[in-house]
Every structure is written in structure tokens, then in C-alpha cells.
């Protein structure tokens, strides 16, 4: 059974920085990619980064200059590191993977950005 969960998120002041960890169980990391996607209140989920499972990271227009996605094949666990976040950056944070064609979610970490 694939388990993820998502720890590090908090509460911050716009401008600084936060990093998040997922640590995935009953799958490797390096077999199949993962990534991360948030939902902000009233809207609907949208992806950050993923990692493929060579270590590639891509990332979504709007994060890409401001995060980085890695991983740690031996903890099968990845990470996001935020950085100068924006108030709009304020959501659920949630880690992902599609394992045989079956999505797999984490229960979410929250992410708020104060001004």
C-alpha cells in the first residue's frame, strides 16, 4: 500500500522561506516520479514541481523561479523549498505520485503566508 505523508508546513511572513518533506512508503522513489501540487481556498488544486524518477525536476510557471524540488532516494522522501513566498502562495500543500496508473495523495500540510 503506497503511503504518503507531508510534514513542514506552518505558518510564515511573506518574503521568507519554507521547506516541506513527503516520505513515501510501499512504493521507491526512484522507480516512479513524484511531485507537489497545492489548492489555495476556493480553488482548485494545481501542480508546483515533480521529480521523474531519474531526479529531473520540472516546475509550474509559477513556482519555478522561487522553489526547488529534490529527493533523498535512500529516505524515499522528496522536498520543496520555498522561497520569497507571496501571500498568494497560502494553501494545502500536497505531495503525489501515480503508481500502475493509480494516484496516490498525501492528507496535506497547510501553508499560510501573513503579510
Not at 7 to 13: D, F, R
Not at 40 to 66: H, N, T
Amino acid at each position: 500500500q503506497v503511503r504518503l505523508v507531508e510534514s513542514g508546513g506552518g505558518l510564515v511572513h511573506a518574503g521568507e522561506s519554507l521547506g516541506l518533506s513527503c516520505v513515501a512508503s510501499g512504493m521507491s522513489i526512484n522507480v516512479w516520479g513524484m511531485g507537489w501540487y497545492r489548492q489555495a481556498p476556493g480553488k482548485e488544486r494545481e501542480w508546483v514541481a515533480v521529480i521523474d524518477s531519474r531526479g529531473r525536476p520540472y516546475y509550474s510557471e509559477a513556482m519555478k523561479d522561487r522553489c526547488t524540488i529534490s529527493r533523498d532516494v535512500a529516505k524515499n522522501e522528496i522536498y520543496l523549498q520555498m522561497d520569497s513566498l507571496e501571500l498568494e502562495d497560502t494553501a494545502v500543500y500536497y505531495c503525489n505520485t501515480a503508481v500502475d496508473g493509480n494516484m496516490f495523495w498525501g492528507q496535506g500540510t497547510q501553508v499560510t503566508v501573513s503579510s
